[in-house]
């Protein structure tokens, strides 16, 4: 059989990367997203073929309304993802009050309008074909708000929000939207923050792993999860319950 393909968004590093590599352990051929080709997206793609699994790279912005365009060509050539993970994510922390307006708009146009641009051409795709899995990777602080991400908050707010919606648009045709939402995972997001106090309000005392989340991804993507739709999965270690 020919392999079912997976499209994952900002897999270069972090939560991202260990989608990837999660995806492919699992059989699919992923294509890993990036902006711009570098080492830790070569590194990622060598490391999927190492392992014996199937991997190529596209680079595109998921903000720029064109990456859909690009999106579309890729699957006119080669056919429908079976599987799409919207993990693209940026952060820019600041109090209301003093949050620029470019600070607002980027992290809206990546976490939520990157959101619309990559999913209108795959699911159109999905529903010809009356199967799919989408997956968005949302937060925490969609669910409950945290101070000094208003930005952010709203853009995974909004993002949990589609979710529902599209599960229920899509769901005849076969389709599961689901979303999984990470607490405080040890990647990069966490620069500048004091973990220290972070690890304090967590009840299971430790920051999470981008691997704890790429398996609830890999669960959410199985035949045996097809009867999950609409659910938004913490992954979170007890900090918001």
Known sequence: ???????????????????ALSL????????????QSGSASDGVLEEIKKAGGSAELLCFDVSDRASGDLVSAWIEVHGPFYILVNNAGIRSDSLMAMMPFEDWQRVLDTNLTGFYNITRPVVKEMMLKKQGRVVNIVSTSGQSGLPGQVNYSAAKAGLIGATKALAAETAKRGITVNAVSPGFIATAMLDGLSLDKVIEQIPLGRLGTPEEVAAVVSFLCSLTAGYITGAVIPVNGGIYL
């Open 1 to 19: 059989m020919e392999k079912q393909t997976a499209l994952v968004t900002g897999a270069s590093r972090g939560i991202g990367r260990a989608i």
């Open 24 to 35: 492919a352990r699992d059989g699919f051929h992923v294509v890993i997203n990036c902006r």
